[in-house]
């Protein structure tokens, strides 16, 4: 039998995984570093934008 899950101590279980927010920052950033590298500062928009998104989901960035 399975425990139902609840929130630790620091309310992780209610935080989403990484992988499941901002798709869309997501998507648009790597394309752009796909198709123009990281050089040159073309990506750094998209790169702030995906940052931002993940902040507000409470993640850190670097």
């Known amino acids: ?3 139902p899950n609840t929130p630790n101590k ?3 279980a209610s935080k ?3 992988c499941c927010v901002c798709l869309d ?3 648009a ?3 752009c570093l796909l198709f123009n590298g990281e050089e ?3 990506c ?3 790169i702030d934008k995906y ?3 993940m902040k507000g989901y409470g993640f850190k960035t670097n």
Request: proline share 8%.
């Open 29 to 31: 950033r790597d394309e």
């Open 1 to 3: 039998m399975t425990e």
């Open 44 to 46: 750094l928009e998209f």
């Open 10 to 12: 620091s309310g992780e």
């Open 51 to 53: 940052k931002a998104c």
């Open 16 to 18: 989403p995984k990484p």
């Open 25 to 27: 920052e997501k998507k």
């Open 40 to 42: 040159g500062g073309k």
